[in-house]
T-cell receptor, first 112, second 113 residues
Framework: QQQVKQSPQSLIVQKGGISIINCAYE??????FPWYQQFPGKGPALLIA?????SEKKEGRFTISFNKSAKQFSLHIMDSQPGDSATYFC???????????FGQGTRLTINP | ETGVTQSPTHLIKTRGQQVTLRCSSQ?????VSWYQQALGQGPQFIFQ???????GRGNFPPRFSGLQFPNYSSELNVNALELDDSALYLC????????????FGQGTRLTVV
């Protein structure tokens, strides 16, 4: 199966809080799991990515948690800021960073 | 700034017409992929080009076609436009075929009326 299921569809978090977005996949051949951030009128920009040989990767305020047995991965945004308000997409690929299969997106709003 | 540029930014076409969208890859990148992003949805993979050859295609009909040129710039052509083709079309370039980050352009917003 090629689907990547993302939840929630929308999320509202207070400034300083933790934003958590979840994704699930079915294809066990997937070996690259990136998260993209997209602002209105812009193309997606890579935030952080993980491969299945590790269970967690942290870059600044952004952390990916990966559960290979459950076929799930999540994005945690610590100390969320109004500037983080955007649409976030998880994705997966079995061919390096190519031919990405995207989730449906999560519209994140950080209230000041 | 990713260095991937797409033109035009916006485009309005009539159903049944043909359209060509253009993408200039980031310098040195030999791999380009095209995605269609419908409103409120995630991008969907259309096809990929590597060194001027098509290298994989998603679930899109043959009226979606592409080209990659020797300088690695690329075109997406869509024939016989349908209303459902209205979307943001994204181009992404990568340094090479495997295990490298994909950089997206800002997209071309196509509206079919």
């Amino acid at each position: 199966q090629q689907q990547v299921k993302q939840s929630p569809q929308s999320l509202i978090v207070q400034k300083g809080g933790i934003s958590i977005i979840n994704c699930a996949y079915e294809n066990t051949a997937f070996d690259y799991f990136p998260w993209y951030q997209q602002f209105p009128g812009k193309g997606p920009a890579l935030l952080i990515a993980i491969r299945p040989d590790v269970s967690e990767k942290k870059e600044g305020r952004f952390t990916i948690s990966f559960n290979k047995s459950a076929k799930q991965f999540s994005l945690h945004i610590m100390d969320s800021q109004p500037g983080d308000s955007a649409t976030y997409f998880c994705a997966a690929s079995g061919q390096g960073a190519q031919k990405l299969v995207f989730g449906q997106g999560t519209r994140l709003t950080i209230n000041p | 700034e990713t260095g991937v540029t797409q033109s035009p930014t916006h485009l309005i076409k009539t159903r049944g017409q043909q359209v060509t969208l253009r993408c200039s890859s980031q310098s040195g990148h030999n791999t380009v992929s095209w995605y269609q992003q419908a409103l409120g949805q995630g991008p969907q993979f259309i096809f990929q080009y590597y060194r001027e050859e098509e290298n994989g295609r998603g679930n899109f009909p043959p009226r979606f076609s592409g080209l990659q040129f020797p300088n690695y710039s690329s075109e997406l052509n869509v024939n016989a436009l349908e209303l459902d083709d209205s979307a943001l079309y994204l181009c992404a370039s990568s340094l090479t075929l495997m295990n490298t980050e994909a950089f997206f352009g800002q997209g071309t917003r196509l509206t079919v009326v």
